[in-house]
């Protein structure tokens, strides 16, 4: 294998995101931010709201981000195990890159822990 890659955990989970109350003034019109989006892989919707004493209620258009990792592995791990259960562990690899990746899955046990087949 090539040179190992570094290794970027998803770990940016916040409880709420985007919701900012922001006063352009008078003479501003635009706004513009650089956030970082949570690491969730999904598609956010959307749309801001604007107020204005001449024109009153703004609403924009909906529109979508598009939050995603183009390649990552997944563990399925059952809901609770009890001692001595047989279980299966599920490891799925996706590649959403338009070129094939090598990729090793080892499971590390020792056998005071873990029984395998």
């Not at 109350?21 to 969730?40: A, D, M, Q, W, Y």
């Not at 609403?59 to 979508?64: C, D, I, L, W």
């Not at 609770?80 to 690899?93: A, D, I, M, Q, Y």
């Amino acid at each position: 294998f090539p040179t190992k890659p570094k290794v970027q955990l998803r770990n940016y989970f916040p409880e709420n995101w985007l919701f900012e109350t922001i006063e352009l003034g008078e003479n501003r019109k635009v706004f513009k931010s650089e956030l970082t989006s949570p690491h969730t892989i999904t598609t956010w919707i959307g749309e801001a709201i604007c107020m204005n004493n001449q024109f009153g209620l703004g609403v924009s258009n909906p529109t979508s981000l598009l939050v995603n990792q183009d390649f990552f592995a997944e563990i399925r791990l059952p809901y609770s195990v009890k001692r001595g259960e047989t279980f299966p562990l599920n490891v799925t690899v996706f590649n959403y890159i338009d070129v094939e990746l090598p990729i090793r899955v080892k499971l590390i046990t020792s056998e005071e822990e873990v029984q395998s087949d």
